[in-house]
């Protein structure tokens, strides 16, 4: 896949976290500070559980979590491979990307995604806009057919999912009709 689909992808793979990815473990104030206060909001009943890792000039600077994978006694605790999904959250960092690639040139949103994305030629969506993807009007289906929510193993195959994006069809609909279509 070439490079330039991440323009519109990447900031997907970075809101859901790079499964598989090697894990750090920053040791310091900062990290028992987080730490810490991860702790505290499960101790506490603000979260259930939870993962935070940052990044600092390429560097991870934190990596922490707490909690367990439900509230029922003897739950698994989770850890930094622990897969959560998180459906509509990374919608606001997918958007943030966009339109920062756009204010700096790097994409123009009227041109077809399959410019920026090759590989996402075909199956009706030669002519399928950034913008209409962005604005939820392009006709795909938001998940592989027999897949379920809950199947976080298949939902969070990066390479797999954009296998199937690429070669799935979209169902085209009126410009002015937000569209997400049932399986």
Not at 76 to 102: N, Q
Not at 123 to 133: A, D, F, P, Q, S
Request: net charge neutral; hydrophobic share 35%.
């Amino acid at each position: 896949m070439r490079t330039r689909c991440g323009i519109i992808l990447a900031a997907y793979a970075v809101a859901t976290c790079a499964v598989g990815a090697e894990h750090c473990r920053p040791t310091g104030e900062l990290q028992e500070k987080a730490q810490a206060l991860a702790d505290l909001a499960v101790k506490e009943g603000l979260q259930g559980a939870l993962q935070f890792c940052a990044f600092k000039d390429g560097k991870c600077i934190v990596d922490v979590w707490a909690g367990t994978m439900t509230t029922n006694a003897g739950a698994a605790k989770i850890d930094g491979d622990t897969l959560f999904p998180i459906f509509s959250t990374e919608k606001p960092l997918l958007a943030t990307a966009v339109h920062r690639s756009a204010e700096r040139g790097k994409l123009e949103y009227d041109k077809p995604v399959c410019e920026y994305w090759p590989e996402f030629r075909g199956g009706g969506k030669e002519t399928l806009t950034v913008r209409e993807l962005m604005g939820y009007r392009s006709g795909l289906p938001d998940r592989k057919p027999g897949v379920e929510w809950d199947d976080v193993s298949t939902m969070s195959d990066w390479r797999g999912m954009l296998e199937w994006y690429a070669s799935s069809v979209a169902k085209r609909v009126r410009p002015d009709c937000h569209s997400k279509l049932p399986q």
